[in-house]
């Protein structure tokens, strides 16, 4: 997928690793990046086909036609921004104090192309450690789920 000339080349492929076992078969490791999306492929099990000029390793070609699916049919779109809030949590071991949950980072989904992201809602999972706020020693986490439309 990587050496010009060789029959599989890929003009986007960054990087594989083929491998065989026999209860796995045939298998390819394979990744690619068009336009700053990378994909990573992994096949198993993959099947050889005879030619008249000898086999065809499938692998190569069923991993070009993947990543030429994947880059055609999806996007990858900024669905939350860095600062929005998430959500409010209560802290009833420090006097009723609440905090604010923002996230620090902005946040990408890889979508079909087109997806209205008005109907798109997200959940965040976040854990909080008590004894951030030294309320005990034990290092119990607190787990929620929140979803906020996009």
């Given at each position: 997928?990587?050496?010009?000339?060789?029959?599989?080349?890929?003009?986007?492929?960054?990087g594989l690793k083929t491998?065989?076992?026999?209860?796995?078969?045939?298998?390819?490791?394979?990744?690619?990046?068009?336009?700053?999306?990378?994909?990573?492929?992994?096949?198993?099990?993959?099947?050889?086909?005879?030619?008249?000029?000898?086999?065809?390793?499938?692998?190569?070609?069923?991993?070009?036609?993947?990543?030429?699916?994947?880059?055609?049919?999806?996007?990858?779109?900024?669905?939350?921004?860095?600062?929005?809030?998430?959500?409010?949590?209560?802290?009833?071991?420090?006097?009723?104090?609440?905090?604010?949950?923002?996230?620090?980072?902005?946040?990408?989904?890889?979508?079909?192309?087109?997806?209205?992201?008005?109907?798109?809602?997200?959940?965040?999972?976040?854990?909080?450690?008590?004894?951030?706020?030294?309320?005990?020693?034990?290092?119990?986490?607190?787990?929620?789920?929140?979803?906020?439309?996009?």
């Amino acid at each position: 997928m990587k050496i010009q000339n060789s029959g599989y080349y890929y003009q986007f492929a960054t990087g594989l690793k083929t491998g065989n076992t026999e209860e796995a078969g045939r298998c390819l490791a394979a990744s690619a990046e068009k336009n700053g999306i990378r994909y990573i492929c992994i096949l198993l099990n993959c099947p050889e086909k005879w030619q008249r000029w000898g086999y065809i390793r499938t692998e190569f070609l069923e991993a070009a036609e993947i990543f030429e699916y994947a880059f055609k049919t999806f996007e990858t779109v900024k669905i939350a921004s860095k600062g929005q809030f998430v959500a409010k949590y209560n802290v009833f071991e420090t006097y009723n104090k609440q905090v604010y949950i923002v996230l620090s980072d902005d946040v990408f989904a890889t979508l079909p192309k087109g997806t209205n992201l008005g109907g798109l809602s997200v959940s965040y999972i976040f854990f909080i450690l008590r004894d951030m706020w030294e309320i005990s020693s034990a290092k119990i986490a607190i787990t929620d789920t929140y979803s906020i439309p996009v």
